[in-house]
């Protein structure tokens, strides 16, 4: 029986030396892929400091990267390292990396600084491994529906990924291994953030290793995440999970990043956004108050102008303009005012809000200057209507005037006419009676002519004032006065000719009673004279030769009066007015 035991176990042995055989086979093919793995997420973040390893167990041995590391990755300074190559230099700089760990709650179980100096393989990629789950790892949050649930980092990264690629077909995330290695599993997750960057529904399942290659290709090319992985890493019996972790984690802290530029963007866009539209409101502002400045003071320009119309429509017009400014054009610029203050008013508040430093308007285009620029619009205003109103009186005053003029015009024109023809009249009669009538007559013209003058001076008066106020048609008020006064200075003309025509109708008239007198006078003298009868007795002659006595001495007296008749006549003959009295 003892004889036959080793033959009886041979097979047993056999086989667990070949299961052993290949448990240290996969082992190392997990240390190798992790060795490159690691070494490449290094250098993923030695390359910000412009440094980077070849070979992860030796250039770690002396410290100095490993403090490089852990400064990247941690943000803080650590320790200057010990200058020297010797060992003791080396425990040195890794004693103050793995204090450092320490001091941020790293669990280094059975590790010490001189495992890291010796290159120990295990513990190294161990090192790395915890260095990854403190820093890339151990933060990981996936917000979900039930907020109580506490997860791993590692549970918290997987739940990611599923969330991430749900709903891609031929891709379910149970595991950091079997899940990933036909490859959709990356192409999805970036096909979900990047769908511009994937063709997914191109992919093929069959296809690992094309899958795998275009994933880790356009991770590197398009998205800068460093390609920690080849495709044979992953396409095999069994991936090594530690390095798809770390793989994929570089995945999650780019997407993470991402979306938080994304979020930050959208941030600084909303800010930019209130930016802009706040600039615009104060380019609305600035050309508002430009605007409404302009108007204010050219229409205190128009307003302040004195160049009043000189006629009552003119006036009008004017004043029915001002009545539209004011009921028209005024009250939607006075709503500009106010929106303009309102607007100042929302800009600072939006700026208080934003943290900004709040707008002022510069100096001139203050809601206070404004103001007083319409203070002294309204100022113009009220004087612009007093001018008015005052002027449509005046204006209102001279028409009566004029109105009064042409009235008084019409009745001295009509009257001095009438009295012309009157005038120009010589019915004096043809007896002395006759014309002494005639002559009281021209007496009571003369008066009732002179008492006149009052009423031509009364009407020059009116033109004058008319005149002197500036009366639109002064032109004809003038020349129509004029015209009234030629008449005026023509009816006395005529008024003082037909005088001299009466008075020298007068004396003619008298001329002829004294010739007929003198005619009659004579008759009766000759006939005395003639008379036969020289008397019949000395007495009757004595007596007859008395009166002839006196008839001489009658003759005698009567001569000087003949003597006058006829000088008159001679004088009457030789004058101007001789025919003309005559033919009258």
Not at 1 to 10: D, R
Not at 216 to 235: C, H, I, R
Not at 384 to 407: M, S
Not at 489 to 497: D, F, G, I
């Amino acid at each position: 029986m003892a004889g036959m035991s080793p033959g009886h176990n041979g097979p047993q042995l056999i086989s667990q030396f070949v299961m052993d055989g290949r448990f240290r086979q996969l082992k190392d093919e997990r240390e190798v892929v992790q060795k490159k793995t690691f070494t490449k997420w290094v250098n993923s973040h030695l390359a910000r400091v412009t440094c980077r390893i070849s070979d992860l167990y030796m250039d770690l041995r002396d410290g100095r990267m490993l403090i490089k590391l852990l400064e990247v990755l941690s943000g803080e300074q650590l320790p200057k390292p010990t200058k020297g190559r010797m060992r003791i230099h080396c425990l040195e700089n890794v004693d103050k990396a793995l204090q450092f760990l320490k001091e941020q709650r790293v669990h280094l179980e059975n590790m010490g600084s001189h495992d890291i100096v010796d290159g120990n393989h295990r513990l190294i990629l161990g090192l790395i491994w915890t260095i990854i789950l403190r820093f890339q790892i151990q933060d990981i949050v996936v917000e979900t529906q039930d907020l109580s649930e506490t997860r791993s980092a590692k549970d918290a990264l997987l739940l990611w990924c599923q969330m991430k690629t749900a709903g891609y077909p031929n891709v379910n995330v149970t595991n950091f291994t079997s899940s990933w290695k036909d490859g959709l599993a990356f192409n999805a997750l970036i096909h979900k953030h990047r769908p511009d960057l994937v063709e997914y529904d191109k992919l093929k399942k069959s296809n690992a290793v094309y899958n795998l290659q275009n994933a880790f290709n356009t991770a590197e090319k398009q998205l800068g995440v460093t390609k920690l992985l080849d495709p044979e890493d992953v396409y095999t019996e069994n991936p090594d999970e530690k390095s798809i972790i770390t793989y994929v984690v570089a995945f999650y802290h780019y997407f993470s990043k991402m979306k938080a530029l994304a979020v930050e963007g959208k941030r600084i866009g909303k800010v930019l956004d209130r930016s802009v539209e706040t600039e615009k409101m104060i380019g609305k502002y600035e050309t508002l108050a430009s605007d409404l400045l302009t108007w204010i003071e050219q229409t205190i320009i128009i307003l302040n102008s004195r160049k009043l119309a000189n006629s009552l429509t003119g006036v009008q017009q004017q004043l029915q303009a001002f009545n539209t400014y004011h009921t028209v054009d005024k009250p939607p610029k006075f709503q500009e005012k106010g929106n303009l203050e309102v607007l100042l008013f929302t800009i600072q508040s939006k700026m208080r809000a934003n943290n900004q430093k709040v707008y002022t308007p510069r100096e001139g285009k203050l809601v206070y200057d404004i103001n007083r620029a319409w203070e002294r619009l309204e100022k113009a205003e009220h004087e612009r209507g007093l001018v008015l109103r005052n002027e449509l009186i005046r204006q209102e005053k001279l028409e009566q005037l004029a109105r009064r003029f042409d009235r008084k015009a019409q009745m001295r024109e009509t009257w001095l006419s009438e009295n012309q023809l009157l005038v120009a009249q010589d019915n004096f009669g043809y007896d002395i009676a006759a014309v002494e009538a005639a002559k009281k007559k021209h007496d009571a013209i003369e008066t009732d002519i002179a008492a006149y003058e009052e009423r031509v001076q009364a009407i020059v008066n009116v033109a004058d004032e008319l005149e002197a106020e500036r009366y639109h048609d002064v032109k004809r008020i003038s020349a129509r006065k004029d015209s009234i006064l030629r008449l005026w200075k023509y009816l006395l003309e005529l008024l003082s000719a037909r005088r001299g025509r009466l008075e020298k109708n007068v004396e003619l008239q008298k001329s002829f009673q004294d010739m007929l007198y003198l005619i009659d006078w004579m008759d009766e003298m000759k006939a005395r004279l003639l008379s036969p009868d020289f008397g019949k007795h000395l007495l009757e002659v004595e007596d007859l030769l008395q009166k002839h006595t006196l008839i001489e001495a009658d003759i005698a007296a009567q001569a000087d009066r003949v003597r006058a008749v006829n000088s008159a006549a001679i004088r009457f003959a030789e004058g101007s007015d001789y025919n003309h009295v005559i033919l009258k």
